[in-house]
């Protein structure tokens, strides 16, 4: 039950790309195509951002895309805008009913 | 609308016990899994349980296992965390949430567990 691996921060301009990487194990990421992504600003909850990999829950601007690549799932964000700035979490289902969540990227809006 | 409400949190010694329950309204709750997660004061994320529909699939992460214990009523729409042997490291704010396809689309606004002396 290791955590999976974020970069601690990211950063970019209003309008540009960013990408947060999450790394696992065959066990969970490489094994499940139930990788999740949460966005949470300070002293709030968490807010689910992309669903099974890809899939972006009604109300998620499309801007926000998800992928993934053997044991790395990735999170996109397309056209930052000043209200994204957060921390963002990636988590997996790791079987048995257990899940997995990453370290945590927090994104920065230069 | 979908809500859960969490309950139960507060000051507890090293050693102690904590009960928290989490209230849920506006969908069929005996339909869905249901999970805690927790956030200690300036960290991430960490699973905690996993409760399936029925009560019949139950699981815990290492860090409580044998300390926590997860629960529910279906009748009460409501979900339970008893908390036995509090530490220090214990000290969090105590979500639950609502999984779907394998994600967690409902969270609640947290109740935060203090371990202290």
């Known amino acids: 039950q290791s955590a999976l691996t974020q970069p601690r921060s990211v950063s970019g301009s209003p309008g540009q790309s960013v990408t947060i990487s999450c790394t696992g194990t065959?066990?969970?990421?490489?094994?499940?195509?139930?990788v999740s992504w949460y966005q949470q600003h300070p002293g709030k909850a968490p807010k689910l951002m992309i669903s099974?990999?890809?899939k972006r829950p009604s109300g998620v601007p499309d801007r926000f895309s998800g992928s993934k690549s053997g044991n790395t799932a990735s999170l996109t964000i397309s056209g930052l805008q000043a209200e994204d700035e957060a921390d963002y979490y990636c988590?997996?289902?790791?079987?048995?009913?257990?899940?997995?969540f990453g370290t945590g990227t927090k994104v920065t809006v230069l | 609308e979908v809500q859960l409400v969490e309950s139960g949190g507060g000051l507890v010694r090293p050693g102690g016990s904590l009960r928290l329950s989490c209230a849920a309204s506006?969908?069929?709750?005996?339909?869905?899994?249901m999970n805690w997660v927790r956030q200690a004061p300036g960290k991430g994320l960490e699973w905690v349980s996993s409760i399936s529909f029925s009560s019949r699939y139950i699981s815990y992460a290492d860090s409580v296992k044998g300390r926590f214990t997860i629960s529910r009523d279906n009748t009460k729409n409501s979900l339970y965390l008893q908390m036995n042997s509090l530490r220090a490291e214990d000290t969090a704010v105590y979500y639950c949430?609502?999984?779907?396809?394998?994600?967690?689309?409902?969270w609640g606004q947290g109740t935060l567990v203090t371990v202290s002396s």
């Open positions: 949430a609502r999984v779907a396809s394998g994600s967690y689309n409902s």
């Open positions: 099974d990999v890809t």
């Open positions: 065959s066990s969970d990421v490489g094994d499940y195509n139930y």
């Open positions: 506006g969908f069929t709750f005996s339909s869905f899994t």
């Open positions: 988590c997996s289902f790791a079987g048995s009913y257990t899940y997995v």
